[in-house]
Each structure stands twice: as structure tokens, then as C-alpha cells.
């Protein structure tokens, strides 16, 4: 490996992977680490369950044209991550170093940032591999041409950005994300809006492919569910997986509130209408998953059942948000908390007490809010 | 009048800061010490920003039991003050009135002193760390409280807000009877403020 790819390795791709390391363990532990089927679909039979659901998710995907095109959104929002993340760098005093690129000639210079970009993009290629074997071992072969394509499609216009901010730099026509312009949010000064703006300004990808996963999965896994045999607990794991990956999301916002937002404590604002700021918030961050089970209301979710798995969603939320505020915790153990809670979400499912189990988190929520937030210091040494 | 009552300080099992007994009567102190002897903490802890052992009082209001009521009569700016570069300044101004039930005419006068105004709505990314300072010290002097606490207030200022700076602190010291506790490495001009007392952090106690 040469010093220019090694240098471009070391400024662009591991910080990437360091800065998201958290975000990559969460998805690792809820796509290997959970066990279950897609549609029934071909099950493998082996011994690991891992690989068996990882079949059964594979197989689902070569089957079911609507999973496949929500695989390919998935893959797009992380592919624009990872261009956000390098358009960003690139524009950054300190990596002003890189400008040099430009002089390299045109084709080599895009080999690079085509190699860079397969870097970033390495966990979908990875799994391309995975849906390769099986794809070809089912006779899927236009289908894996097509995904094949798609990714390196992807990877070459990413690779292209990256190309045109080098060539032209100051410029961002090709930023392509249009900035979330909700006028009564893009001003504002309620609390709950400087939330809701830090979240759609900074985190808008992260939200939307948490927003696809749960919303997505849950609606299609209902929707499955057989008239005659009402079973919603796979559906209401997966949509506890996805609430519980919002996790990583206010882990974030907290950090933020930490630093940008610490006069907040100072104000003179009464502990109940503080709660008030943040119960607003995450009922509106909550508003897609809600629109979601309102759709399903009724026909072929029963009406007690979504209003459990509302309310268990809501509650879920405002106890990520709590625990917060008991100490500071680093983000690994937090995800930890994350998991244990899903231990806990997966019995009440299994034993069919998910309204009392929402009932407990909206108690323990505000219990520990109201214990915690004025006893929080974050420079604990 | 401020006052400590056997007030403890400590991060993890380091005690940075013990007072066993301070009253402080109305008027201007300045807080001095070298780095890391606690004058930021103890300004944070004046704010209601950090847990502390102890009791912290302000005109008979006691911080741990009056809360709300203790923190409308207190305001604090940073030393080096960091917020969301996604809001505009006039954002956190419009927050700090409407929460400190303050008047137009009193944020209008303070975005002159400050001469913020021109850059007011530019989101707070876009704005130099001396612009971000001016934002700060105008927050804090936002609504009517009875005491300002400000960390390191003459960091990053340009030559022109010094001089307005030490008119406003003298006016509102005047009119509205408002106390400052003030941190400074910089040498505060005594002939333009009417400093009642310097205090030493030291020792982890104040002197």
C-alpha cells in the first residue's frame, strides 16, 4: 500500500469507523445477535441459529421485492453517512492537506477515492458476499447482478462527490441533502424545538434509517400475521429493537445538552415542566412509529395492542432518556443498559404484560428523572 | 446576600472546594485564583448548574429548596461559553426572555450595549468565539436577577465591548441594586467598577 492511500486510510476511514464505533456494535448485536424468520422463507437448518436467521433474512430479501428495496434504502442513507462524513472532513481547516490530491491525475485520483469509498462502504460489502453464496446456491442470479450493481453504483457516484469537492473545493452542489425546512421548527425557541432541530439538522440519516427499520419491519411483520393465528410477539421484538436503536440517538442528544446546552440547568424552569420539554420531544420523535400503528389499528392489530405498543415505545424512550442522568456513562456500557432493557422488553412479550410493562417504564422514567437531574454532573472524576 | 453553609465540593474523591461558613452582602466581588483552584466550579455551583454538599442561600432562598424561585435570581455566563451552532442567536435571546419574563425594550437596549444585532440571526456556527462571548454576557444579563455570576468576562472581548461592558455592570449595579460575582485572570479596572472585595480561591476554601 502506498503512502497517499495509507495517509487517506488513516485521515478519512478509521476515524469514521472510531467515531461510529457505537453505532456499528448496536447494529452488529441486533442483526447477528437476534434470532428469528422472515416470512417463513427458506429456513437454513444448521446448527448456529445466527446463520439460520441470517438465511431466513437473505432468502426474504430475494423473495420479497418491497424488503429488497428497503435493504437498498437502508444502504443508500449509510452510503450518504459515509459522504457526509468525507464531504465534511475534506472541508475542514485541518485536512486542508488533502487538497494535494488534485495533483494527481484525474484517473488515479478517482481510483482512490473509489478505494476509500469501498472502505467506508465495507460492512454492506461484506454482507454482498453473504447474499452472493446464497443468491447463487438459490439460482438468484439477476437478483445478485442487480444488487451487485446497485452497490457499486452507489460507491462510484459517492466516489464522484468526493472527486468534484476536491476539484472545486468551496463548493457543495452535490451535498444533495436539502436542508429540513419545517417552519415551525427552523425557528422557535421552546426547548423541545432546539432538541427536535439538533436532531433533524444533525442526525436527520441516523433517524431516518431508524425510522425505515422500525416502521418498515413493523408493518410488514404485522401485516403477515395470519387472521387466524394472532401472534404479535416477533413483530413487537423487532419494533422493541427498533425503538431501543434510538438509543445511540439520544445518547448523542444528551452529549450535546452536556456541552452546548448546560445553561439550560441554570434556568429558573420547575422540574415537571423540564419533564414537560422532553416528554413533547419524544412523542414527536415518536410520531412516524405512531402513525405506523395507527395504520395497523383496528385490522390486523388489535386496538389494546397498539395502545400497549405505543405506550411501551413512548415509555422506552423517556427511560433511554433517564438513564442519563444518573452518571455519566460511556457509550458501550450504555448500550449495554440498552440490551439488558431488551432482555427485560422480550419476557413482557413472552408473557403478554406489555401494558403493565409501559406502565413501569413511564413510572420508573419519571422517577429517575426527577431523582437525577439536578444530582448529575458530568466532569465526575 | 449570598451565603455558604458548610459547602463541599469534590469531584470523585478529590475535594476541590470546602466553605465552611461565607455571607457575602450585596455589591461587586472579584474572584481571583490560579488555574484549577475551583472559581469556575464555584461559580457553577452559585448558578445551580453542579451538585454540592451543603447549603447555598441568596436572599433567603435556598438553592436545594427553593429551586426555581433561587435560579430566577441568579444568571451565569461561561468562560468559554459553547452552544448548538445550529441556533441563531436571537433563538437563545427569545428563550431567555420569554423564561426570565423579561421586557423588548430590555433585550433591545442589551443587543446595543453588545452590539450583537447585525449578526443576531446567523446561526451561532457561522460566529467567532469573541462574538459568541458578547452573546453570553448579554444572556446573563437577561430579566432582572439579583445576582450575576460571570466566568472569566473579559476573554475574546474586542477593545470597544470592554469599556461598555464595565458601564453596563456599574448601571445595573446602581439601578437594580444587582450583585456580580465576577472570575478574572484579566485586571479588572477598579476605578470603573466599584469593586466591594476581592476573594481568593485558595486552599479549596475562599479567602
Known sequence: MNSTTSLLLKT????????NAGQFIFIFIIFFGAVGEVGGYRKYTGPIPQLHYQYALITGMLNIPLLLVLVFLVWLIYAEKCAQYV???????????????????????YRLLYFIQCMLYLPVIIYLFAIAGIAIYNHFLGLLVLICAFVVLVCALTAARFFYLLEYPGRSPLLFWPRLKVPFLSRGNLYWQFLLRYVLREHKLMMIGIKLFSCGIFYETIRAIATDNYDIRMPVLWYGLGILAHGVLIYRLRDMEQTRLLFYRGIPVSITQRMVQYGLFYALLLVPEMITIGLLSGHPLHYSDALAVGLCAYGLLLLLNSILYIAPIPI????????????????SVLAGMLLWLAVVLLVMAITLFRLFYYRYEDNAK | MLKFIEVQKSYGRRQVLSIPSLQLNKGIYWLQGPNGSGKSTLLRMVAGLLPF???????GLSLRRNPVAYRRSVSWSDAEPLYPAYLTGQDLISFYRDIRKASQAQVDELMTVFGVRSYCAAP??????????????????????????????????????IPAFYTLVRAVRQQYDTSFLISSHHDLETNSLPIEKKLAVSGQTIV
Not at chain 2, 454538599?53 to 436572599?59: A, Q, R, S, V, Y
Open chain 2, 53 to 59: 454538599k451543603g447549603e447555598i442561600d441568596l436572599d
Open chain 1, 332 to 347: 458501550k456500557d450504555y448500550l449495554k443498559i440498552v440490551l439488558g432493557i431488551f432482555l427485560v422488553l422480550y419476557f
Open chain 2, 124 to 161: 451561532i456556527g457561522t460566529w467567532s468565539s469573541g462574538m459568541i462571548k458578547k452573546l453570553s454576557l448579554l444572556l446573563a444579563f437577561i430579566g432582572r436577577p439579583s445576582l450575576i455570576t460571570l466566568d472569566e468576562p473579559l476573554v475574546t472581548l474586542d477593545n470597544d465591548a
Open chain 1, 87 to 109: 464531504l465534511a472532513a475534506l472541508q475542514r481547516p485541518d485536512h486542508s492537506f488533502l487538497h494535494l490530491l488534485n495533483d494527481l491525475s484525474a484517473c488515479r485520483r
Open chain 1, 12 to 19: 478519512l476511514v478509521k476515524p469514521f469507523y472510531r467515531q
